[in-house]
């Protein structure tokens, strides 16, 4: 017998959820003899729109190579789609969107002929391996809005492994309520003054959103979205150049512009992003707003031509924020920052100027080297994700580091700004030491916020006096620092401490916290002070 020249043909095919007792129904523009109800290559449809005609629900369709260009159907009064998945079914090609393309209609005008959209989903459907590009929706009537135009790429349902490239719409020009994985949102754009030149209110997973612009309008790339684990890049708007209003996570935000504001993100939450060489007159990194939030990011090497180079406004959370520029406050001017390396000082508590000292930022690698100050120097309490950037463990010295990126090996277990600032190793060698004598090692006076080089300062109860109503309790503090004071009405083995008040805010120099609960107690009471944060 002879050897097989050739290997056997290879289709990159996942039929995702696949139900054994589903129909599988088939799909070639090139068939020569479609016959319903398209159960096989051979009777394949040659329109995509046919064999979800004939389909039932949780049926799965293979579409074959080609470019499908070809019918039309209206859902809601004149919009009309190339292909219109009104039950829940599966819609996969063969080979990708490489290969597989379904094409929409472009219409400039104000009436008909109208643009026709690439895909609408209903809500269960999924595309799974497709192009889907070249349509303007416009003048459209979708659920009941007179005159809203919606998802020029697709309109709702599931896309997995898609390519929405090319499209215009009033609101979404890629896509407008889908739930996009591992997709592609390249050169869509929505009209003048509007929302979303890639996507619009949709929910992204490791996608690309590239290239998209909203001019005029909000979040060039997305608007009112969700993202997880993008990349946001060279899109553009008046407001939002990457993204407007929308909560971003693991991701990078790079080389957006703005005509205003934002121009990496304007509003919305992030969290774990890497921000950088994005540009706008102000907010070039980030354009926030009094409530919004910034959780752990690195915001780099953005600019601005008129104020606030790297964010503006808002609550900034374990982040660094350096070497951005502008004519006025080249870091910006959030309100409220704990816990971030950024010059100049800030005033909230956690804060420090030392530089990030990053990897290789001259070619992009913004993870921390080993003796970065941002090593153990964030708050566990502003921690909004488990994993950093890279997907590695968040906390992995028992502290978060500040920035996007988790320092996988410490040495210490204490803030390295902290050591740094006092002159202490960083190698571990000091966590365990008392370098001043005073009975407290230097993790423990990290964590109180005393100074490891003066014996004087340090954790220590004063007093607890008669004092009506009851008895005072005075301790030498710091400022800002959060105390609990427990009490216990006898001596033993094992002292019996109960709680008495658990986040009481130091003050400088001395705090005292006054037990009003004392006359039904034992006359022999005993009080111990310690620190939360």
């Known amino acids: 017998m002879a050897a097989c020249s050739q290997p056997l043909t290879f289709f990159a095919m996942i039929l995702v959820g696949f139900n054994a007792s589903a129909t599988v129904l088939y799909v070639d523009i090139n068939n020569a003899s479609p016959t319903p109800p398209y159960t ?74 109208f643009g026709i959209r690439c895909v609408y989903l209903t809500n269960g459907a999924s595309l799974i391996g497709f192009e889907a590009g070249s349509a303007v929706v416009s003048n459209c009537f979708l659920a009941g809005n007179s005159g809203a135009r919606y998802g020029g790429g697709a309109y709702r ?33 929505c009209s003048y003054n509007n929302f979303g030149g890639g996507a619009y209110c949709c929910t992204l997973s490791n996608c690309l959103v590239v290239g998209n612009q909203a001019l005029g309008g909000f979040g060039g790339g997305v608007y009112a979205s969700a993202l997880s684990g993008c990349v946001i890049s060279n899109n553009f708007a008046a407001n939002g150049g990457g993204a407007y209003s929308s909560f971003i996570n693991s991701s990078l935000i790079s080389s957006n512009h703005a005509s205003s504001v934002g121009g990496g993100a304007c509003s919305g939450t992030l969290t774990n992003c890497l921000v950088v060489l994005n540009s706008a007159p102000t907010g070039g990194g980030v354009y926030t707003f009094n409530d919004d939030h910034l959780y752990n990011c690195t915001i780099v090497s953005n600019t601005a031509s008129s ?113 740094q600032q006092h002159g202490l190793p960083t190698d571990g060698s000091a966590d365990n030491s008392d370098s001043d004598g005073d009975g407290l090692n230097n993790w423990q006076e990290w964590r109180a916020g005393t100074d490891p080089t003066n014996d004087l300062s340090v954790l220590r109860l004063l007093s607890a006096t008669a004092a009506a109503p009851g008895v005072a309790v005075t301790w030498q503090s710091v400022g800002g ?53």
């Open 157 to 189: 349902g599931t896309l997995v492994d898609c390519t929405l490239t090319n499209n215009t719409a009033g609101f979404g020009g890629g896509g407008c309520s889908n739930t996009m994985i591992h997709c592609a949102l390249i050169g869509n754009s």
């Open 307 to 419: 104020f606030r180079g790297g964010v503006n406004e808002g609550v900034v959370l374990n982040c660094i924020i350096y070497y951005n520029s502008a004519p006025s406050a080249p870091n910006g001017f959030p309100l409220s920052v704990f816990n971030c390396c950024m010059t100049p000082l800030q005033p909230g508590t956690g804060n420090f100027t030392n530089a990030p000292l990053f990897v290789d930022p001259a070619n992009g690698n913004y993870h921390l080297q080993s003796n970065s100050p941002c090593i153990n120097s964030g708050n566990n309490a502003y921690i909004a994700n488990n994993s950093d950037l890279d997907g590695n463990p968040r906390i992995t010295g028992g502290l978060v580091d500040i920035g996007a990126y988790e320092f996988q090996t410490p040495a210490s277990a204490i803030s390295y700004a902290w050591l």
């Open 40 to 113: 096989d290559w051979s009777a394949a449809a040659t329109n995509i729109q046919d064999a979800i005609d004939v389909a039932s629900a949780g049926d799965f369709i293979v579409v074959s190579n080609g470019t499908y260009n070809a019918g039309g159907r209206a859902v809601y009064g004149l919009a009309t789609n190339r292909v219109t998945v009104d039950k829940a079914v599966t819609v996969q090609s063969v080979n990708g969107p490489a290969t597989t393309t379904i094409a929409g209609f472009t219409s400039t005008g104000s009436f008909p002929p």
């Open 481 to 533: 620092k959060r105390y609990v004071v427990e009490r216990a009405s006898q001596l033993g083995a094992q002292l019996a401490f109960l709680p008495l008040a658990t986040n009481i805010v130091g003050q400088a120099s001395t705090t005292t916290y006054t037990d009003t609960d004392t006359n039904a107690l034992s006359p022999n009471l005993f009080y111990r002070v310690g620190v939360r944060y």
